[in-house]
């Protein structure tokens, strides 16, 4: 366990600074792949700490990423607020309105377990969405709400290379702090309670309210994603807040590995890239996302992250040399 760790902590950050090395050099459709699958990591991170450390599945992750960008977009549109040097103050706002968001539905979604906890974030979710439909005023219905240009605060963020590492920084510290929260006692509590909240709760842990935090945090993630995303796509949408997002999200950790953090990037590049780039080649790439999803849940249950446990596992021992015969001592 402990040497795995070790691997995790070099070959990571190896990863990240070799992506940042080779992105500016990619064509800027691949550019933009990559800023996706990082955005999307972000909120893979909010769903991994949920499923993979505390047994909690969510179908409502999209809401708290819809939170974070019409925040964004309607500081933009109707205050001008977050095209300058005030855009880091938007992005830990967006934290908080996921937050807050998830502070609220989980008074009522932490109640449930199981199947019922799924049931209730769908429908949570939905209310959000159902808000950015019907409200016009305010999020603009259909039409969604246009941002027209991205910040500018000594470097032009509408360029996206510069906008990649903007993204990039955001994704390693949420990656960073996610790492520091699951090795923490608070992070080791909730992996006891994904194992067995029942012997949690006889050592006198207050498990409702170890789930609550978890809730509030992944919600903070959420709402951080959808920041960057209104940003990078230019436009919100009701579109963007549709339960497809949450299951795509839900599908990235599935797809990577729960419990891994990095996983649901992995993750996410799989969906985005059979998504964006498949898509362009043929029209049933929906059912190669279907293929590989339940290869994957069949083959390999821990995700794309437990290939190499599985390729160790199965390969063949290696053949042991014979006891050596123990001689004889004539006397």
Not at 117 to 135: E, H, P, S
Not at 196 to 215: C, D, I, P, V
Not at 268 to 296: D, F, H, K
Not at 299 to 319: C, S, V, Y
Request: hydrophobic share 55%.
């Amino acid at each position: 366990m402990i040497n795995l760790l070790r691997n995790k902590v070099i070959i990571v950050p190896a990863v990240l600074l070799l992506l940042a090395l080779i992105s500016p050099f990619v064509p800027s459709f691949i550019l933009l792949l990559i800023i996706q699958v990082l955005i999307f990591g972000i909120l893979a991170l909010s769903v991994d700490l949920l499923l993979g450390y505390t047994g909690l599945p969510s179908l409502g992750q999209a809401a708290y990423l819809g939170m974070g960008a019409y925040l964004a977009a309607i500081l933009v549109d109707r205050f001008e607020f977050g095209l300058s040097c005030d855009f880091p103050l938007v992005l830990v706002l967006g934290i908080l309105i996921g937050a807050a968001t998830a502070a609220f539905f989980g008074l009522f979604a932490i109640r449930a377990t199981g199947v019922y906890f799924l049931i209730i974030t769908l429908a949570l979710g939905m209310v959000v969405w159902g808000v950015a439909n019907r409200w016009n005023s305010m999020t603009g219905g259909d039409n969604g709400i246009n941002v027209l240009s991205r910040p500018a605060c000594g470097v032009d963020l509408s360029n996206d290379v510069v906008f990649f590492y903007v993204v990039f920084v955001v994704y390693s510290a949420a990656l960073g702090g996610m790492y520091v929260l699951v090795n923490s006692p608070f992070g080791k509590s909730l992996m006891g309670i994904r194992e067995s909240e029942t012997r949690m709760q006889m050592l006198g842990y207050n498990t409702w309210f170890h789930k609550y935090l978890a809730f509030i945090i992944a919600g903070g993630y959420g709402g951080l994603s959808g920041v960057l995303w209104t940003h990078l796509n230019g436009i919100v949408t009701p579109e963007d807040v549709i339960l497809t997002t949450s299951v795509d999200a839900l599908l990235m950790v599935v797809l990577g590995g729960p419990g891994t953090l990095v996983g649901g990037a992995i993750g996410a590049m799989v969906v985005v890239g059979i998504r964006e780039y498949l898509s362009t080649w043929v029209e049933w790439w929906q059912y190669v996302l279907g293929g590989v999803y339940v290869l994957t849940i069949y083959f390999l249950p821990e995700g794309l992250m437990g290939l190499p446990k599985l390729i160790k596992k199965r390969r063949p021992a290696r053949k042991s040399e014979p006891p050596a015969e123990a001689s004889s001592v004539e006397t």
